[in-house]
C-alpha cells in the first residue's frame, strides 16, 4: 500500500496533468482517484476540501517549484542582459508548464474569493515581482528606460514564454540561440533612448 505523502503526491501530480490538458472543469476526483488507484474517499481524506483543495496543492507546488527556478536564473551573475539570458533560457528549454500556468490563471474563477486571492498573491510573489524588482533595478541605472517595470517584467515574461524551440533540435545551442533572440529584441525595444 502506497504511503499517505505519496498518494498525496500522485493524486497532486494527475491533477496537476489533468488541469493542463483539460482545465478545471475537464477534472474529476472520480479520474483523478481512478488514475492513482484510490478510493475516492482516500482523497478527500488527503484533501478535505475536495477539488478546491486539491487544486490549491497545485497552485502552491507549481509556483514554489516556478519561483525556485526564477530565482535561480535571477541571481545568475552579471549584468542585466546575463539575468535576462538566463531567464529567457529557462523558458527555452520548457523549464516552465505554461499550459499549466495558463490553467492555474483561469481555475482561480472558479474558487472562492479567499482562495483566488491566495493563488494570485503567491503568484505575484513568486513569479512576478522578482521580475519587476528587477526591472526597477534596471530602470534606475539606466540600463533600461524610463517605463513602468511591471510592464517591463511582464513585457519580457510574455515574450519569453513564447519561445518554444523546434521538436527536432532543442540541444542547448538552440536554446541559447532563442534566448538570446528574446533577450536582443526585448532589449532593443526597451533599452535606453539614443540621442
Same mark, same amino acid.
Do not use: W
Given at each position: 500500500?502506497?504511503?499517505?505523502?505519496?498518494?498525496?503526491?500522485?493524486?497532486?501530480?494527475?491533477?496537476?496533468?489533468?488541469?493542463?490538458?483539460?482545465?478545471?472543469?475537464?477534472?474529476?476526483?472520480?479520474?483523478? #482517484?481512478?488514475? +492513482?488507484?484510490?478510493?475516492?474517499? $482516500? /482523497?478527500?481524506?488527503?484533501?478535505?476540501?475536495?477539488?478546491? =483543495?486539491?487544486?490549491?496543492?497545485?497552485?502552491?507546488?507549481?509556483?514554489?517549484?516556478?519561483?525556485?527556478? /526564477?530565482?535561480?536564473?535571477?541571481?545568475?551573475?552579471?549584468? !542585466?542582459?546575463?539575468? !535576462?539570458?538566463?531567464?529567457?533560457?529557462?523558458?527555452?528549454?520548457?523549464?516552465?508548464?505554461?499550459?499549466?500556468?495558463?490553467?492555474?490563471?483561469?481555475?482561480?474563477?472558479?474558487?472562492?474569493?479567499?482562495?483566488? #486571492?491566495?493563488? $494570485?498573491?503567491?503568484? +505575484?510573489?513568486?513569479?512576478?515581482?522578482?521580475?519587476?524588482?528587477?526591472?526597477?533595478?534596471?530602470?534606475?541605472?539606466?540600463?533600461?528606460?524610463?517605463?513602468?517595470?511591471?510592464?517591463? =517584467?511582464?513585457?519580457?515574461?510574455?515574450?519569453?514564454?513564447?519561445?518554444?524551440?523546434?521538436?527536432?533540435?532543442?540541444?542547448?545551442?538552440?536554446?541559447?540561440? /532563442?534566448?538570446?533572440?528574446?533577450?536582443?529584441?526585448?532589449?532593443?525595444?526597451?533599452?535606453?533612448?539614443?540621442?
Amino acid at each position: 500500500m502506497p504511503r499517505q505523502s505519496d498518494t498525496r503526491a500522485r493524486a497532486r501530480d494527475e491533477f496537476a496533468r489533468r488541469l493542463a490538458d483539460y482545465g478545471y472543469l475537464g477534472v474529476s476526483l472520480d479520474d483523478i #482517484a481512478k488514475a +492513482v488507484d484510490v478510493k475516492k474517499a $482516500s /482523497l478527500y481524506h488527503h484533501f478535505p476540501g475536495g477539488k478546491p =483543495a486539491l487544486f490549491m496543492e497545485v497552485a502552491d507546488h507549481y509556483t514554489k517549484e516556478a519561483s525556485a527556478l /526564477l530565482q535561480s536564473a535571477l541571481a545568475t551573475p552579471g549584468t !542585466l542582459r546575463d539575468k !535576462l539570458l538566463a531567464l529567457a533560457a529557462s523558458y527555452a528549454r520548457g523549464t516552465y508548464n505554461s499550459a499549466l500556468s495558463n490553467q492555474i490563471y483561469y481555475a482561480t474563477r472558479h474558487l472562492e474569493e479567499d482562495q483566488r #486571492a491566495e493563488v $494570485s498573491h503567491a503568484y +505575484v510573489r513568486g513569479l512576478i515581482q522578482p521580475v519587476t524588482d528587477l526591472m526597477v533595478q534596471a530602470v534606475a541605472t539606466g540600463e533600461l528606460r524610463e517605463a513602468d517595470p511591471g510592464f517591463l =517584467a511582464t513585457a519580457f515574461m510574455e515574450l519569453a514564454a513564447t519561445v518554444h524551440p523546434p521538436q527536432d533540435d532543442c540541444t542547448p545551442a538552440t536554446t541559447d540561440r /532563442l534566448a538570446q533572440d528574446v533577450v536582443d529584441l526585448f532589449l532593443r525595444g526597451a533599452g535606453p533612448d539614443t540621442p
